[in-house]
């Protein structure tokens, strides 16, 4: 009992595994892209932070600033006391150095932090004009002005407090922008934590995914692998269910035509009144009725025997050169009893000079009486069939059997091929056959590496043509 | 042939020995020329570790003391560049920080550099070898007074390398420079 093959069902298409694959990959590298680019312009920023000048300096140069201002004020008091080792020259670079921090105020990194801050500016712009003015002061005082001393030192211990104020306020914006720094870093390491997590995710992800698309290909591919094994299962139990059909049908074909054979013995010796005359005329008719029957029956199950060896594929050509023009002679010795009776009239057309054929001359000679049997079968009486053959321009040879018979419309011309099907199933009822010759035919030429055209109009007749490879045409030079 | 041999091994101390003595040859030889003793203004003196000088310091030590003059003589190198005490980029000429150490032969690998305003700062004598560090004498064309940051300011070619501009850069970029002790 064959098992019934049902097709299955892969559980996941291959195209929607590599579509899917393919949106996973976009996705990871969109992510992957879009974190450096956060990460690099992040780092970007942050290098440039780091590379400009630091706000502890700028704190510095403002606690410098009150210093030297004070060390100028001492160095002037030590001089004006007459203190040892203090010359004038000393109290003149004091005055010097303070008066080189005044540019700081105006130029740099630093004047910028500065005068972004208004009070520290506002300081700046009392403290700035009274050192300037301590110029000229200082050379009236080194000059012997004791007068001009004085003043100086009552206008520094006046900016005393200023001073402080500056310095607190420098301090206050270091301090300010050094938290905002450090705010800054604090959110670089949220980033850098997140950016971690988010790799992380995807690093976890991708696994995930990978693993999943692992499974799910060995899926497909055991999936294909069983489909290919029930494939070639059900393909095995096709063509030994195909091959027990022939070889039934090839056995009984030939089981049948044992009884049939007796059955025919016996009607004829009854029709040949071979011992005594058959009683009542009807007995006669009945015995005539048995025969046909019987002849008809046995060239069904010739051909039914037939279409089973080739379908099983027992039938082996015996090939041997032969002739053409003694082959159509004997076809048209076998079929001339049946033309007559019909009225049929049979001719052939073959030319002078015919090639030898290399073909199985059994098969050649079924072969044309199948066409030939048809031709007479769908002619009306008057009509004729004529068998032509001629040598094609490519070496092959063509043999051609046409009558001017009942003919077949498109519709019936293409099913004609077909095994048990006749062109025209009234007339068919009427002429009885298999509905086999034509199939046959085609195997059988086919058999040959040949090939049969049909052609046909309705009631103009049917030309039928076998054609034979150039492989299998012998043209003789000096042949007959 | 075991004569060669010996002979063969023999030789390469050989030639350590007489290397060595022409060393300290050259070396003796330089120390024993003094340098002149300045005729204008001091605006730098060297200490320390040095081979070469013209003085001696409160404790007696080997002093260099340098006027303007002998620095210009050692060359002047411009540099070109910003820095964050001045708006624009700065032309600044002086001479080579290193060709002034070679000037007095200094050996050590730190200078103490001090500023007037008694500000001082650690410098590795490999930054003077690797980069053309300057003790600026003018500032656009301009000789430096103490007023504005002289006379001498030591200058690093900040624009030249990423890696100068940095705080650690920047405090050592003494100005109003005026000792610089070799350690």
Redesign the interface.
């Known amino acids: 009992m064959p098992r019934r093959f049902t097709p299955r069902e892969l559980s996941t298409h291959p195209e929607a595994l590599a579509g899917a694959g393919r949106r996973f990959v976009l996705v990871l590298v969109g992510t992957v892209v879009a974190l450096s680019v956060v990460l690099t312009s992040y780092f970007y920023i942050q290098q440039r932070e780091?590379?400009s000048?630091?706000f502890?300096?700028v704190v510095w140069d403002g606690v410098?600033f009150r210093n030297?201002h004070q060390?100028f004020r001492v160095t002037l008091l030590e001089r004006m006391a007459e203190a040892p080792g203090v010359s004038a020259q000393d109290v003149q670079?004091r005055y010097?150095?303070l008066?080189?921090r005044l540019?700081?105020m105006r130029?740099?990194?630093?004047?910028g932090i500065y005068r972004s801050d208004s009070e520290l500016h506002a300081l700046l712009q009392r403290i700035e004009p009274v050192i300037r003015s301590w110029d000229t002061l200082l050379t009236a005082y080194l000059a012997g002005d004791r007068a001009a001393g004085f003043a100086i030192v009552e206008q520094s211990r006046g900016l005393d407090a200023d001073f402080s104020t500056f310095a607190v306020g420098v301090n206050t914006v270091g301090v300010k922008r050094l938290e905002q720094s450090r705010e800054r870093l604090s959110s670089l390491n949220s980033v850098l934590i997140v950016a971690a997590v988010v790799t992380w995710l995807l690093v976890i992800g991708f696994a995930i995914a990978l693993m999943r698309q692992l499974r799910a290909t060995e899926n497909a591919h055991a999936e294909m692998q069983a489909m290919t094994a029930d494939l070639e299962q059900a393909r095995r139990e096709a063509e030994a269910a195909s091959r027990a059909k022939s070889n039934f049908l090839a056995a009984m074909s030939h089981e049948l035509r044992t009884p049939l054979n007796a059955v025919l013995g016996f009607a004829d010796i009854m029709r040949q009144g071979l011992f005594g005359p058959v009683g009542n005329p009807r007995y006669a008719d009945y015995v005539d009725g048995i025969v046909k029957s019987g002849q008809h029956l046995l060239s069904l199950i010739n051909d039914v025997l037939d279409m089973s060896r080739v379908e099983a594929g027992k039938l082996d050509l015996s090939e041997s050169e032969l002739d053409l023009r003694q082959s159509v002679e004997e076809a048209f010795d076998l079929v001339t009893v049946t033309a007559d009776g019909k009225g049929v009239r049979l001719t052939r057309a073959l030319p002078a000079v015919l090639p030898k054929l290399q073909a199985d001359p059994r098969l050649l000679r079924q072969m044309l009486l199948n066409l030939l049997s048809n031709a007479i079968k769908f002619t009306p009486e008057g009509g004729s069939v004529e068998v032509a053959a001629a040598v094609l321009t490519d070496g092959g040879l063509a043999i051609r059997v046409r009558d001017s018979g009942v003919g077949m419309t498109d519709h019936q011309l293409k099913r004609v091929f077909e095994p048990f099907s006749q062109g025209d199933s009234q007339r068919a009822r009427e002429a009885g056959g298999s509905g086999l010759g034509l199939p046959i035919t085609r195997r059988l030429i086919e058999l040959h590496d040949g090939q049969i055209h049909l052609s046909s109009r309705k009631s103009a007749g049917t030309t039928a043509t076998l054609i034979f490879p150039a492989s299998r045409v012998q043209m003789l030079a000096d042949a007959t | 042939m075991q004569g060669w041999l010996r002979m063969g091994r023999a030789r390469p101390w050989l030639a350590l020995l007489i290397v060595a003595i022409l060393m300290c040859s050259i070396q003796s030889g330089h120390a024993a020329e003094p340098l002149p003793a300045p005729r204008g203004e001091v605006l730098l003196t060297v200490g320390g570790e040095i081979g070469r000088g013209n003085a001696q310091d409160a404790s007696g030590r080997l002093e260099a003391r340098l006027d303007r003059a002998m620095l210009e003589q050692l060359g002047l190198t411009e540099v070109n560049t910003a820095t964050p005490w001045h708006s624009g980029t700065m032309r600044f000429e002086g001479v080579l920080l290193r060709a002034v150490l070679g000037l007095v032969e200094a050996r050590g690998s730190n200078l103490l550099a001090t500023a007037h305003n008694e500000y001082s700062a650690t410098l590795p004598v490999s930054d003077a070898a690797r980069y053309n560090v300057i003790l600026a004498m003018k500032l656009n064309g301009e000789t430096m007074t103490l007023r504005d940051k002289g006379p001498l300011f030591i200058i690093y070619p900040f624009d030249s390398e990423k890696a100068l501009q940095n705080d650690m850069t920047y405090i050592r970029s003494v100005w109003q420079l005026r000792h610089i002790d070799v350690r």
């Not at chain 1, 130029?107 to 004047?111: E, W």
């Open positions: 780091n590379s000048f630091s502890q300096n410098q030297e060390v670079r010097d150095i008066f080189s540019h700081l130029d740099g990194h630093t004047a």
